[in-house]
């Protein structure tokens, strides 16, 4: 069985994300299958809209699949990772700017990868069980697949904190942040799916979607806002460590967990993307990082850590009390003949 399905049912494209046992993380193959299932419904005059959804109630999807990336990474062959991640982002960015609807159910999980797939288009519902963030950073990524975009236009500085912390989102607090744009009871999916599939209105969303609950964001916007206004992480550190508050405290112990190089830019490419909403302006600068990810960050040692031996113990390369101005820039400059283009 493929590990994504695309067909036309009705009026509509249909891509489900078919690995319910790896809890439907991204492969390079689902990369190329959804983008050239894009271009072919693009002026196809029988398709009115894409439905995205995923089998399994555990996960949309938990991310991408990081093993081919970490075993090539290891073999000191970093070319499959640029790979990877630019034709990721050239998928991300014809999501966002598909000129047809694109709606997505998303469950349980969707993280990273999956975020990128699920949350870039036209009507982004998400459930009971949802589950939304961006991780990136305990793995020594930045927030990517242009996820920075939508955290840089979180309201205030909600961005810095849910990108260095990969705080987890519930169906309200990802609507807050900008993840998702309507809440549905997932009882009700199926039915609105076979109803957009047979010509339906896509109003038919809206009709079914309720006020989602439970958030904590909201709540917590002030202090987030006051102690994440800064774009250096050791005076966020220090912001976080002088406030004795719970928040303050469960969010340093975040930071504490997280590859400062990661972080570090991460707080930068908030302040340079907020009010950008071009997430071809993301991308780019997203890509400056990845692309050099392997050789020059802590992207494998993250991986090592959480996934490979699971011991929970990165050796990161700098501390957030050592970590040099200089290494964070040269992860942001321009990549020359490596530059992301579109």
């Known amino acids: 069985m493929s590990d994504i399905l695309v067909n036309t049912k009705g009026r509509a494209g249909r891509l489900t994300l078919n690995r319910p046992k790896a809890l439907n993380a991204v492969t390079y193959d689902m990369v190329k299958a959804i983008h050239t299932a894009l271009e072919d419904w693009r002026h196809d005059n029988t398709v009115d809209l894409v439905i995205i959804d995923?089998?399994?109630d555990k996960a949309f999807s938990a991310g991408g699949d990081i093993a081919d990336l970490y075993a090539s990474g290891i073999a000191a062959d970093y070319g499959f990772g640029q790979t990877f991640w630019r034709d990721e982002y050239h998928m991300n960015a014809a999501l966002h700017d598909y000129a047809k609807p694109i709606v997505s159910f998303l469950q349980g999980f969707t993280m990273g990868g999956g975020m990128g797939v699920g949350c870039h288009g036209s009507h982004r519902v998400v459930g009971e069980s949802s589950q939304?963030?961006?991780?990136?950073?305990?793995?020594?990524?930045v927030p990517d697949v242009g996820g920075s975009m939508i955290l840089a236009n979180a309201p205030g500085h909600l961005g810095a904190y849910l990108g260095t912390t990969g705080t987890r989102m519930n169906a309200a607090d990802a609507i807050y942040a900008g993840f998702a744009d309507m809440f549905i009871s997932e009882a009700k999916w199926p039915v609105l799916i076979a109803a957009l599939e047979d010509g339906a209105d896509i109003?038919?969303?809206?009709?079914?979607?309720?006020?989602?609950?439970?958030?904590?964001?909201?709540a917590l916007q002030a202090e987030i806002d006051a102690s994440f206004d800064?774009?250096?992480?050791?005076?966020l550190a220090q912001s976080l460590e002088a406030?004795?508050?719970?928040?303050?405290?469960?969010?340093?112990?975040?930071?504490r967990r997280g590859s400062p190089l990661?972080?570090?830019?991460?707080?930068?490419?908030?302040?340079?993307?907020?009010?950008?909403?071009?997430?071809?302006?993301?991308?780019?600068?997203?890509?400056?990082?990845?692309?050099?990810?392997?050789?020059?960050?802590d992207f494998l040692e993250g991986v090592r850590a959480a996934i490979i031996d699971k011991d929970r113990k990165p050796n990161w390369k700098h501390s957030i009390?050592?970590?040099?101005?200089?290494?964070?820039?040269?992860?942001?400059?321009?990549?020359?003949?490596?530059?992301?283009?579109?």
Do not use: W
């Open 243 to 255: 406030l004795e508050t719970e928040f303050a405290a469960n969010a340093f112990r975040a930071l």
């Open 54 to 56: 995923a089998v399994g």
């Open 321 to 342: 009390e050592t970590l040099p101005e200089s290494a964070v820039a040269h992860m942001r400059a321009p990549l020359g003949p490596l530059e992301l283009t579109f």
């Open 203 to 218: 109003a038919v969303l809206t009709a079914a979607s309720t006020p989602a609950t439970g958030g904590t964001l909201s």
């Open 262 to 297: 990661a972080m570090a830019v991460t707080l930068g490419m908030m302040a340079d993307l907020k009010g950008n909403t071009n997430i071809r302006d993301a991308l780019v600068q997203e890509y400056r990082f990845t692309a050099r990810a392997m050789e020059q960050g």
């Open 230 to 235: 800064t774009v250096t992480l050791p005076a």
């Open 132 to 141: 939304i963030a961006m991780p990136e950073c305990g793995i020594g990524l």
